[in-house]
């Protein structure tokens, strides 16, 4: 008894000292599972690894394109583009950065052997020719409008420092040596990521000695660590706890719009859809294939109501794939306004005066309060007259069923609750993959689990990939998005937003990206 | 004896094996990892070449044979998240999980014996029966709840101790602890309280029907009678003689603390194999789920045997029965 | 007939039994708080204000108010309301009766399990009783919340399957106990006699050995229930246990955990005070029923 007691009295005089003022500890939500910068291409790998090693073009803040290991760049062709290499940029081990480094990482990302996700699909069909020490060209095989983009989440390793070395040294430290504002220090799963300050940065001098990243998952453990002065910023502020950390005078909140996006998607393939039933339960033809149900539907969706309850205001109302502040979006789509009396009679003009019975399937953690959405939306469509039920999984379980449960590896259920960001910051990919016509070979629809296919939007999108002037192609996507959403390819929910809560002096600046940086944080 | 442990270690074999082979195709029936794994942005031909990469794309017994495979040359498996020996990341957290479970076993102790002998030694007492009132509600309280009610209290109002994660970590005669620092002890403290709550409620019971049985017993009686101090009798006259059978329980109970350590750990951020089995499970990541499967059933039933072979060496009861049967 | 008379008067033994139980007051209290809980998950559809199951008459504008607030329906949310628009004191009630149910269902069949699997172990012995018991070991070997687990992940969500996870873990119990029992049981001298009177094995296992086994496996099913409902909980919180929609107390409870910090204590602390009561009353009782009927049983 005597021994707790007087750890608790030490524990307050601990408490009460400050900690090392050059120090940064953040809370992450999600773990990397490793420190090898092409090992999974996951937003938790990437935010850490991006302290160390940086790719030859940046994304800022609002995911603009920036150069960032390249100084410049410009179209020879429209299958060549030109790179040039900043000067003086030094790895962690003095070495300097020169066009044989980026060979070596281009050519090292398709094979890290065993990776969950690699970053192959950024380097495919791109052939790199070296001019200079400092100077190299990229040749494709089809023009290739997001050549930046692509190159953005490529982070480039030493030739000689990373030749041979594995991820599990990588883990380790061995080999970890990149051009980064920080050098590596260790990797501790399940616990933390440490980087210290590397002093012979080309870029801007960083105020933080040393960073630690600590992981934890639970939402209100996460917030706890941050009011108990565990950690100095936290990413994912919980909805729950948004605006009682506005209000709390020893924190500061920073907020951006994001990139993900909350939607629904509508088995639009079968002609019955299994989760689809008359009112007496008898089969019933898929009423989604009517325009008018699926107008209906997106009538009936209170979004403003999701985003004030359920939400607690960390979303906003979403009209197409991305917010219309991302190049490419369209200016004309509003988010569809809440109208339960045009909803039933549009559902009345369908021929459901008396409605149907849905079952609606969603991951339950996958999204910011997901099941909730599900449930929200449920009680929606529900006072239309669709009577709706709920079933909600476990994300595992609801993707691989999702993607491929039903019959011939097909989409299992007829209308599920996702999510979607948008890593490339514009609209195509999101467009291409959920929205284009399902086709493997193609690469088109990987992520239309509802089957929507509209040719005349698959004509727009197309030209849209294939024109490399960024103007002009900004024009195309907006039409594109535009046929789909007046067609009700899906039904858009809301776009997330990123909070990040800090201890008050911090100066944070938030990403639509959702990556935490500690790039991001000033004193 | 050494019959005897052979064969609790066929029977943890077979344990084993049967836990393995159900965790293997329970999980292959669950989902497909594939999608914990591919960012959401992937494309078909991405997740197919992860597929082909892992071996998904195998009917489920040819995986399964590739698995045997790799247990026959000596490897357990790979975790698909982390790339590394599943076995190896699991003994890499283990001594945080052992160090929280050893840290309740000790609080369980520490407030429970006391505790329990008043509780024994004065039955009719107002603090006595709140005692035990206190110790049915710490068998009741459920510990996710208590968890997040110690943080809000501790941390969050008081800021007393830190909510989460682990103290500095030393390495002393190769074993890792947090246990050597003061700051190590603060992370330490409100999770192992957390865990050691239902524990406290066990031994003060345990303790005071000990207590109670043994005041009756004539050898108290007579010490009593010879005029030895109150504190002399329950020191070594009571104490000796219920400590056995505490030990013993808490010897088997350190198992069911290391399962409820999912739990705590969770909610304090506790880096340990709890929390790593539930984010494998999360995951679908299936060598890491065999993998704790299996240290984990060795480990219980190591323990149980330690307990057993203990038990009979030290209790002269069972020593006595055996010899007269 | 004469087997009948062969047994004690059950009225009296009833009685007995009855008056030793009501001299301890806190037991009087936990039997009155548990009847009191099972009573209003039984009356739930008839007191609790909102059907919370039912979607049409769950508002998602009523979410996450305080308690008294009026509902959009207009009538008094006395507990307030969860993330969703769900009233607290009908979802509470509603889960009462889930978490009673999986508590009490898988009780039932995992007594029974056991019972039967015990009494067999008991009277065969030889080859299958080394077998019962040597799979009683294994399973008592491993920590029910680590099997409950990892089985639920393997199954998937729902009732059916949290029940099925729980008769799992908790059948090794009985088993055990009933064995134990039957086996001192099996040495009686009426036993013997009725063996030799030429009645049948399952005769004698039914109709002797089994009523003089019920005791202990009382207070084992009382032990049982209420760790089965905290089990669930604990599962459900987890995020392995039972579907959002229609909610147990484990998953209200789970579902409050995200609003604890930000003041909205009552999403989580209702809930977790109804779960307690229960589990209090169970234990109270459970604990009076093993100094009435066992003294000699200790946990």
């Given at each position: 008894m005597r021994m707790m007691f007087k750890a608790v009295s030490f524990a307050v005089v601990m408490a009460a000292s400050p900690a090392l003022a050059a120090d940064l500890r953040i809370a992450l939500s999600s773990e990397p599972s490793a420190a090898d910068p092409h090992y999974h291409n996951l937003t938790p790998n990437n935010q850490v690894v991006r302290h160390v090693f940086e790719p030859l073009v940046f994304m800022d803040e609002f995911q603009a394109l920036k150069p960032g290991l390249a100084e410049s760049w410009k179209v020879i062709d429209d299958?060549?583009?030109?790179?040039?290499?900043?000067?003086?940029?030094?790895?962690?081990?003095?070495?300097?950065?020169?066009?044989?480094?980026?060979?070596?990482?281009?050519?090292?990302?398709?094979?890290?052997?065993?990776?969950?996700?690699?970053?192959?699909?950024?380097?495919?069909?791109?052939?790199?020719?070296?001019?200079?020490?400092?100077?190299?060209?990229?040749?494709?095989?089809?023009?290739?409008?997001?050549?930046?983009?692509?190159?953005?989440?490529?982070?480039?390793?030493?030739?000689?420092?990373?030749?041979?070395?594995?991820?599990?040294?990588?883990?380790?430290?061995?080999?970890?040596?990149?051009?980064?504002?920080?050098?590596?220090?260790?990797?501790?799963?399940?616990?933390?990521?440490?980087?210290?300050?590397?002093?012979?940065?080309?870029?801007?001098?960083?105020?933080?000695?040393?960073?630690?990243?600590?992981?934890?998952?639970?939402?209100?453990?996460?917030?706890?660590?941050?009011?108990?002065?565990?950690?100095?910023?936290?990413?994912?502020?919980?909805?729950?706890?948004?605006?009682?950390?506005?209000?709390?005078?020893?924190?500061?909140?920073?907020?951006?719009?994001?990139?993900?996006?909350?939607?629904?998607?509508?088995?639009?393939?079968?002609?019955?859809?299994?989760?689809?039933?008359?009112?007496?339960?008898?089969?019933?033809?898929?009423?989604?294939?009517?325009?008018?149900?699926?107008?209906?539907?997106?009538?009936?969706?209170?979004?403003?109501?999701?985003?004030?309850?359920?939400?607690?205001?960390?979303?906003?109302?979403?009209?197409?794939?991305?917010?219309?502040?991302?190049?490419?979006?369209?200016?004309?789509?509003?988010?569809?306004?809440?109208?339960?009396?045009?909803?039933?009679?549009?559902?009345?003009?369908?021929?459901?005066?008396?409605?149907?019975?849905?079952?609606?399937?969603?991951?339950?953690?996958?999204?910011?309060?997901?099941?909730?959405?599900?449930?929200?939306?449920?009680?929606?469509?529900?006072?239309?007259?669709?009577?709706?039920?709920?079933?909600?999984?476990?994300?595992?379980?609801?993707?691989?069923?999702?993607?491929?449960?039903?019959?011939?590896?097909?989409?299992?259920?007829?209308?599920?609750?996702?999510?979607?960001?948008?890593?490339?910051?514009?609209?195509?990919?999101?467009?291409?993959?959920?929205?284009?016509?399902?086709?493997?070979?193609?690469?088109?629809?990987?992520?239309?689990?509802?089957?929507?296919?509209?040719?005349?939007?698959?004509?727009?999108?197309?030209?849209?990939?294939?024109?490399?002037?960024?103007?002009?192609?900004?024009?195309?996507?907006?039409?594109?998005?535009?046929?789909?959403?007046?067609?009700?390819?899906?039904?858009?929910?809301?776009?997330?937003?990123?909070?990040?809560?800090?201890?008050?002096?911090?100066?944070?600046?938030?990403?639509?990206?959702?990556?935490?940086?500690?790039?991001?944080?000033?004193? | 004896?050494?019959?005897?442990?052979?064969?609790?270690?066929?029977?943890?074999?077979?344990?084993?094996?049967?836990?393995?082979?159900?965790?293997?195709?329970?999980?292959?029936?669950?989902?497909?990892?594939?999608?914990?794994?591919?960012?959401?942005?992937?494309?078909?031909?991405?997740?197919?070449?992860?597929?082909?990469?892992?071996?998904?794309?195998?009917?489920?017994?040819?995986?399964?044979?590739?698995?045997?495979?790799?247990?026959?040359?000596?490897?357990?498996?790979?975790?698909?998240?982390?790339?590394?020996?599943?076995?190896?990341?699991?003994?890499?957290?283990?001594?945080?999980?052992?160090?929280?479970?050893?840290?309740?076993?000790?609080?369980?102790?520490?407030?429970?014996?006391?505790?329990?002998?008043?509780?024994?030694?004065?039955?009719?007492?107002?603090a006595a029966r709140a005692i035990m009132a206190g110790s049915i509600l710490g068998f009741s309280l459920p510990t996710f709840w208590v968890g997040l009610m110690l943080i809000m209290l501790f941390s969050v109002m008081l800021g007393w101790l830190p909510a989460t994660g682990r103290g500095p970590v030393v390495s002393i005669f190769g074993l890792e602890t947090s246990m050597l620092s003061l700051d190590g002890w603060r992370h330490l403290l409100l999770p192992a309280l957390n865990l050691a709550l239902l524990k406290i409620s066990l031994v003060i019971r345990l303790t005071r029907s000990g207590t109670r049985e043994a005041a009756l017993q004539d050898y108290v009686k007579f010490a009593r009678a010879k005029g030895l101090s109150q504190s002399r009798i329950v020191g070594v006259h009571i104490l000796k003689n219920i400590l056995i059978p505490i030990v013993t329980v808490l010897g088997l109970e350190f198992g069911s603390l290391v399962a409820f350590s999912v739990v705590t750990e969770s909610i304090f951020a506790w880096p340990g194999m709890g929390k790593l089995l539930l984010e494998a499970i999360q995951r679908l990541d299936r060598p890491l789920i065999v993998a704790y499967v299996m240290v984990v059933v060795l480990l219980f039933v190591t323990i149980n045997l330690i307990v057993d072979i203990l038990y009979s060496a030290l209790d002269p009861r069972v020593r006595l029965s055996e010899s007269e049967a | 007939m004469s087997e009948v008379a062969a047994l004690p008067p059950p009225e009296s033994a009833f009685g007995r039994f009855a008056r030793r139980f009501i001299e301890d007051r806190v037991a009087l209290i936990g039997l009155g708080l548990l009847v009191v809980v099972i009573l209003v998950a039984l009356l739930a559809p008839w007191i609790a204000p909102q059907n919370p199951y039912d979607l049409a008459s769950v508002d998602v504008m009523d979410s996450r108010q305080p308690p008294g607030s009026h509902a959009g329906e207009g009538f008094t949310m006395w507990l307030g309301s969860d993330g969703v628009g769900r009233d607290l004191l009908s979802g509470i009630l509603y889960g009462l009766r889930i978490s009673l149910t999986v508590g009490i269902v898988s009780g039932v069949l995992a007594a029974s399990l056991g019972l039967m699997l015990g009494l067999l172990a008991a009277y065969a012995g030889g080859r299958t009783e080394t077998l019962i018991m040597r799979v009683v070991d294994l399973q008592l070997a491993l920590p029910s919340v680590l099997v409950a687990l990892i089985l639920v992940a393997l199954l998937g969500k729902g009732v059916d399957k949290i029940i099925l996870a729980l008769v799992v873990v908790q059948w090794a119990y009985y088993a055990r106990t009933v064995r134990a029992s039957a086996l001192v049981e099996r040495r009686k001298e009426y036993v013997e006699a009725a063996r030799s009177l030429g009645l049948s094995h399952a005769r004698t296992m039914l109709r002797h050995i089994l009523p003089n086994c019920l005791a202990p496996v009382i207070v084992i099913a009382t032990v049982q229930t209420a760790h089965a409902i905290s089990l669930e909980a604990t599962l459900s919180f987890l995020g392995v246990g039972l579907p959002q929609t229609e909610p147990s107390l484990g998953v209200l409870i789970a579902n409050g955990f995200q609003y604890m910090l930000s003041g909205k204590y009552w999403i989580s602390f209702f809930p977790g005070l109804a779960l307690l009561v229960t589990i209090v009353a169970i234990n109270l009782v459970g604990d009076r029923l093993r100094d009435v009927l066992n003294p000699r049983l200790e946990r």
């Open positions: 299958l060549t583009w030109e790179f040039k290499l900043r000067t003086g940029v030094k790895f962690h081990d003095g070495s300097p950065f020169t066009v044989d480094d980026v060979i070596f990482s281009l050519n090292r990302v398709p094979n890290v052997p065993k990776s969950p996700a690699p970053k192959t699909a950024y380097v495919r069909g791109k052939t790199v020719e070296k001019i200079d020490d400092l100077t190299f060209r990229v040749k494709t095989a089809t023009p290739e409008a997001l050549m930046l983009n692509h190159l953005a989440n490529i982070e480039m390793m030493s030739a000689k420092a990373a030749a041979g070395v594995s991820t599990e040294d990588l883990n380790a430290g061995k080999g970890n040596v990149g051009t980064g504002p920080y050098q590596f220090v260790e990797f501790v799963p399940g616990d933390r990521f440490v980087v210290k300050r590397f002093d012979g940065y080309w870029g801007a001098k960083e105020p933080w000695d040393k960073v630690i990243f600590k992981f934890i998952k639970s939402d209100p453990t996460r917030v706890a660590a941050l009011l108990s002065g565990d950690v100095d910023l936290i990413e994912t502020v919980p909805t729950a706890d948004a605006q009682r950390l506005a209000k709390e005078p020893k924190v500061a909140i920073a907020s951006a719009l994001s990139n993900r996006l909350v939607y629904l998607h509508m088995d639009r393939y079968r002609a019955e859809t299994p989760f689809v039933k008359g009112k007496d339960g008898a089969a019933i033809p898929n009423p989604f294939h009517n325009l008018k149900v699926r107008q209906a539907l997106t009538k009936a969706v209170n979004r403003p109501a999701v985003v004030e309850r359920i939400m607690e205001g960390e979303a906003v109302p979403a009209s197409q794939m991305l917010p219309d502040s991302y190049a490419g979006t369209s200016k004309k789509l509003k988010p569809v306004e809440y109208d339960l009396a045009g909803a039933k009679k549009l559902l009345a003009e369908a021929g459901y005066p008396n409605g149907f019975k849905l079952t609606i399937h969603g991951p339950n953690g996958r999204y910011t309060n997901d099941s909730k959405i599900i449930e929200a939306v449920a009680q929606m469509f529900t006072r239309l007259g669709i009577e709706t039920a709920v079933e909600t999984l476990p994300p595992a379980v609801f993707f691989s069923r999702a993607s491929a449960g039903g019959p011939d590896k097909q989409p299992e259920f007829s209308m599920i609750l996702a999510g979607w960001s948008a890593g490339t910051g514009e609209p195509s990919d999101s467009l291409k993959a959920l929205l284009g016509s399902y086709d493997a070979k193609l690469g088109r629809g990987s992520a239309n689990r509802g089957r929507y296919g509209n040719p005349a939007m698959d004509v727009v999108l197309d030209k849209a990939l294939a024109t490399v002037d960024a103007e002009k192609r900004a024009a195309l996507l907006a039409e594109a998005a535009e046929i789909a959403m007046n067609d009700v390819g899906l039904i858009p929910i809301h776009y997330q937003k990123n909070t990040w809560a800090a201890k008050k002096g911090l100066k944070v600046t938030p990403r639509t990206d959702e990556y935490t940086l500690a790039m991001s944080v000033k004193p | 004896m050494l019959a005897f442990i052979l064969r609790r270690l066929m029977q943890a074999v077979f344990v084993v094996v049967a836990m393995v082979v159900l965790v293997f195709f329970g999980t292959y029936v669950i989902g497909d990892p594939v999608w914990m794994m591919v960012p959401g942005d992937a494309t078909i031909e991405q997740v197919g070449e992860v597929r082909r990469t892992f071996g998904f794309d195998q009917p489920v017994y040819v995986q399964f044979l590739h698995f045997l495979g790799d247990v026959v040359r000596g490897e357990f498996g790979r975790s698909y998240v982390h790339g590394t020996s599943a076995i190896a990341l699991i003994l890499a957290r283990m001594p945080a999980t052992m160090e929280l479970a050893f840290a309740a076993l000790i609080l369980a102790v520490v407030i429970g014996l006391p505790l329990g002998l008043f509780a024994g030694l004065k039955p009719e007492h107002p | -």
